[in-house]
């Protein structure tokens, strides 16, 4: 049986788990080979204290082990700054990613998210998925973040409107228990990135689709 060999990119550390987390349990669960990309490093920004930098180190290993993520890369982006980068250094590093792993399933932020750094990773992953330049990826899909997907103020900003939906009712409550290892980015309702608003997300997209729970994304390519 062919398995998917499946690149999950988050912008930082929190948001495969907070767009796709129960998705990426389907897929480990089926015996997928699941590639986690962080595009940003927490240690390079301005005053951040030792202390907090081993926490969210601790943090990101230990949800890398929970998942059991066939391999972690870390790119070396300063957050909140990928919009000043040059936007072909950054194709360059995911395309290194890429030319490693070949994956055939790409997983990547919105475009309209509230926070540049998605806006930014979802352009440079969407220019390496072109077929002449990755014959192997066969599928992108698009996830929501809570906390930013719903936060863009612009009107000229298209509203997420998807068109594929997971059944993750088996897979909320270690989605949820995952979420609980970052510490340091979740809070308490109605602060957006909480359990209680994770899991309420989750019952709409499951109200929407006929399931219990749920996480919703746009197919943006699909090759068959």
């Given at each position: 049986?062919?398995?998917?060999n499946?690149?999950?990119i988050?912008p930082h550390p929190?948001?495969?788990?907070?767009?796709?987390?129960?998705?990426?349990?389907k897929?480990?669960?089926?015996?997928d080979q699941?590639?986690?990309l962080?595009?940003t490093?927490?240690e390079l920004?301005k005053?951040?204290?030792k202390?907090?930098i081993?926490k969210?180190?601790k943090?990101?290993l230990q949800?890398k082990k929970?998942?059991?993520?066939?391999?972690?890369?870390?790119l070396?982006?300063e957050?909140?700054?990928l919009?000043?980068?040059?936007?072909?250094s950054?194709?360059?590093?995911?395309q290194k990613?890429v030319?490693?792993?070949?994956p055939?399933?790409?997983?990547?932020?919105?475009?309209?998210?509230a926070?540049s750094?998605h806006?930014?990773?979802?352009?440079?992953?969407?220019?390496?998925s072109?077929s002449?330049?990755?014959?192997?990826i066969k599928?992108?899909?698009?996830?929501?973040?809570?906390s930013e997907?719903?936060?863009?103020l612009?009107?000229k900003v298209?509203?997420f409107?998807?068109?594929l939906?997971v059944?993750i009712?088996k897979?909320?409550s270690k989605?949820?228990?995952?979420?609980?290892?970052?510490?340091?980015e979740?809070?308490?309702?109605?602060?957006p990135?909480?359990?209680?608003n994770?899991?309420?997300?989750?019952?709409?997209r499951?109200s929407?689709?006929?399931?219990?729970?749920?996480?919703?994304?746009q197919?943006?390519k699909?090759?068959?």
């Amino acid at each position: 049986m062919i398995r998917s060999n499946v690149l999950v990119i988050a912008p930082h550390p929190d948001d495969e788990t907070l767009g796709c987390g129960g998705t990426i349990l389907k897929h480990i669960g089926k015996k997928d080979q699941v590639h986690w990309l962080i595009m940003t490093n927490f240690e390079l920004l301005k005053n951040i204290k030792k202390k907090l930098i081993i926490k969210k180190n601790k943090e990101i290993l230990q949800v890398k082990k929970s998942y059991n993520f066939k391999s972690l890369t870390r790119l070396n982006f300063e957050p909140a700054k990928l919009d000043l980068i040059p936007k072909k250094s950054i194709i360059e590093e995911i395309q290194k990613v890429v030319n490693k792993l070949k994956p055939n399933i790409l997983y990547i932020p919105y475009a309209g998210d509230a926070h540049s750094d998605h806006k930014i990773t979802f352009e440079a992953s969407c220019a390496i998925s072109k077929s002449f330049r990755n014959k192997s990826i066969k599928k992108v899909i698009v996830y929501e973040t809570p906390s930013e997907t719903d936060f863009n103020l612009n009107p000229k900003v298209k509203n997420f409107k998807p068109n594929l939906w997971v059944d993750i009712t088996k897979q909320i409550s270690k989605k949820l228990n995952i979420l609980k290892k970052y510490q340091s980015e979740i809070g308490k309702h109605p602060f957006p990135r909480s359990l209680e608003n994770i899991k309420s997300y989750a019952k709409i997209r499951g109200s929407v689709s006929g399931h219990k729970f749920a996480e919703s994304f746009q197919i943006i390519k699909e090759i068959l």
